[in-house]
């Protein structure tokens, strides 16, 4: 309570009385308990978090598990790779780098929202340059562009966009991000578990609290009221 109130407080930039947040909060809580919602607020170790509702679970569980099997066909991680490791960069050079038509690996990327359209290039024509976006680092799980791994048989300063002195090098890159979306999926997969397994105790722990240390043994307690009566 004492953070949401501080909180509040640097928000509005003036004190919220204690009784004002309670009440909202009684709001909030009967709110989410209707059936329209899949989750509600939970009071759990002193505050309060959005949780999903047990009867929605295992639906959840199933979905976000069919989500991280999903893959990238080969073509779609040849035509990222390229892309990642050279943007900006038009179809036509990623055309000329892979050998085959990619129109279709680049709509469905885009569908994905796993690159974008940076713009235009000043060439003839002037086509449109592509890049990849920030769910492209999240779905490979990296921080920044920086993190790509480097690919050791490639020298960007000996090779050009489409010569035969780097016929391999889209296949090293899709190898690599190949790995790195195997080892984000796994991760997701393990985090989903973990996730489960603690929304699941946490709701347990507080639709059913620990019996009192005094109550505990309830036998103990009759006998020594007995002896005090004798």
């Given at each position: 309570?004492?953070?949401i109130?501080q ?28 059936e ?48 990642a ?102 991760d ?17 722990a ?13 036998e ?11």
């Amino acid at each position: 309570m004492d953070e949401i109130r501080q909180t509040l407080s640097e928000m509005f930039e003036a004190e919220v009385p204690e009784e004002d947040i309670l009440g909202a909060l009684e709001v909030l809580l009967a709110k989410y308990e209707a059936e329209e919602y899949s989750f509600q607020i939970y009071k759990i170790g002193g505050g309060y978090q959005f949780l999903t509702k047990p009867a929605y679970q295992s639906s959840l569980s199933i979905f976000l598990k069919q989500k991280s099997k999903k893959r990238l066909s080969t073509s779609a991680l040849e035509t990222v790779a390229i892309i990642a490791y050279k943007q900006p960069i038009t179809k036509t050079e990623i055309e000329q780098i892979r050998g085959v038509n990619c129109d279709y690996a680049i709509q469905k990327l885009l569908e994905k929202e796993l690159v974008e359209i940076k713009g235009k290039s000043d060439g003839v024509g002037r086509p449109i340059l592509y890049g990849t976006s920030n769910k492209f680092m999240e779905y490979f799980g990296i921080n920044s562009m920086a993190d790509l791994p480097t690919l050791k048989d490639y020298i960007t300063s000996t090779n050009t966009i489409g010569e035969e002195s780097d016929p391999d090098f889209h296949n090293q890159a899709a190898e690599q991000l190949a790995e790195m979306e195997e080892k984000n999926l796994v991760d997701e997969a393990n985090l989903i578990e973990e996730s489960e397994d603690s929304s699941t105790d946490e709701i347990s722990a507080t639709n059913n609290p620990e019996p009192d240390q005094e109550n505990e043994n309830p036998e103990q307690s009759n006998d020594e009221e007995s002896n005090r009566g004798e």
